[in-house]
C-alpha cells in the first residue's frame, strides 16, 4: 500500500486525506485477532472417593465467590486471630498486593494507547547579529498524533493486560488461601507437640517411679543390675525425646512469627488446650468448588492473555495508519501568536506495510500460536492437579477416620497391658524386660493415637485448600449446574472477529 505524506502546512488537506480519514475511521472496527473460547476440562459432578459421579461439568472458573473464614471451622479463637494477623501483616500477600496493582496500572498503560495523545511546545528566542536591532521570536504549537486501533493490536494488548491483571489478582488470593493454610498447618502441629510434651512428661513421671522401684529392688538383692540399667536408660531416651518436641515446637512457633510479620525473637505462644476438632465434610459436596480455585483461575487467565497475543501477532500482516494535526503560530511578540495571520496548521495521515520480511511475522504468529497451545495443557493440567489433590485428601480424611478408632483401641490396650506387667513386676512374676516392652509399646501408642488426630486435622486443611477455600460459602452462593455437556478448547485460529 502506498503511503501517504503528511500534507503541507500551508495547504488544506486533499480530498485523498479525506478519503483515507474516513476509511481509517470505518476500519476502526475490525479486528484480526481469534475470537476466545474460555478452555474447559469436563468436570465430574461428584468425587470418586463420595461413590456418587453423575455426569460432567464445564469448568468455568469462580474464584469470585467468596471462599468464607474457612479456619473457623477448628473452633481456635487463637487461631482466629493469628490469620487475621497474616491477612494484614504477611510479607507474601503483600508482595501480591502490589504485583496486583502494577499489573493494574499496566491496563491503565494499555489503555492510553487508544487515545490521541496531545502535546503542547513553545519556545522563546531573542537574537542580535550585531547589524541590526536586537529582535525576539516566540512560537507555540499544540501537537496531536494518534494511531487507530485499525486491526485490534491495541484493544488485544488491553485484553491481554487485563487478562494479566485477572491473573494477578487471583495470585494474590492464592497467596492469601496458602498462607493461612501454613498458618493452620503449623498451628495445629504446635498444639499436637504440646499434647505431646504432655504426654512425654507424664510418661517421664512413670519411669521415674519404675526407676525407683527398680533401683530398691535391686538394693534388697530382689532385682538385677540390670533391671536398673533398664530403667535408667528408658528415662534418659524418655527425656531426649522430649526434647525433640520441645525443638519441634519451637520451629513450628518460629515459622508461625514469620507468617505473621513478627520477628520470632519477639513472638510466642504459650502453651494451650488442643481443639481436636475435625470439620465435617457434608455428603455431595459439588466438585464445581474446584472452580474457586485461585490457580485454575490464574490459568484461564492465562489462556485468555495468550489468545490476544496471537491478535498481535497478526495485526503485523496489516499496514498501520498514523494521524497527525498540528496548529500554532510565531510572532515577535507573545502577544501577536494567537492572531489568525501568523497561525500555521497541519493535517496528515501515514501508513506504513512490511512488503518482505522472510517470514518474520508468520514465526511470530506461529510462536504466538504454540504459546496459546501451552498455556492450554498447562490450565487442563492444573485442573487435573487439582482434582487429585482432592481425591488424595479425602482419601486420607476417610482412612485417618477409620485408624483413630483403631488406634485408640490399641492405645487402651496398651495402657492395660502395661499395668498389668509393672504389677506382675513388683509381684516377680515377670522380668523387667516385659515391663520394658510393654511401656515402651504403650508410649508410642499413645503417641501415635495424637499424631493421627494431628493429621486427621491437617487432612482437612489441605482439602480445604485443594477446594480453594471452605466448602460451605461457594457451594450455598453458586456454581455451574450439573446436567452440562463437556466441551474441548478451541483453536486460536478457529474464528476470527469481523
Known sequence: MKALLPSSPF????RLSLSALALAALLAGCSVGPLYHQPVTALPNDWKEQKAAEGWLPAAPADALDRGEWW??????TLDELASRVQVSNQNIAAAVANYANAQALV???RAGLFPQVSLNGSGRRSDTGSTSPSNAFSATLDATWAPDVWGRLRESVNSASANAQASEADLASARLSAIGNLATNYLSLREADVEIGLLDQTIEGYERAYTITSNRYKAAIAAQSDVLQAQSQLATARATRLSLVR???TYEHAIAMLVGAVPADFSLPPAAWKQTVPGIPTGVPSTLLQRRPDIASAERSVASANSQIGIARSAYFPSFNLSAAVGGSASRVGDLFNASNSLWSLGLSAAQVLFDAGAISASVDAAKASYDASVARY???????????EDQLTAGATLAQQEGMYREASAAADKTE?????????????????????????????????VQLNRQLAAVSLIQALGGGWHAGWMEGGAQPGQPAALPASPASAARP
Open 11 to 14: 495547504r488544506a488537506p486533499g
Open 72 to 77: 473457623k471451622l477448628f473452633g481456635d479463637p
Open 108 to 110: 491503565r498503560g494499555q
Open 248 to 250: 519441634n515446637r519451637a
Open 380 to 390: 487442563r493440567q492444573t485442573v487435573l492437579a487439582a482434582f487429585q489433590g482432592v
Open 419 to 451: 499395668q498389668i506387667l509393672l504389677n506382675q513386676y513388683r509381684s516377680a512374676l515377670v522380668a523387667y524386660t516385659d515391663v520394658v516392652t510393654a511401656q515402651v509399646a504403650a508410649l508410642n501408642a499413645r503417641r501415635t493415637l495424637v499424631q
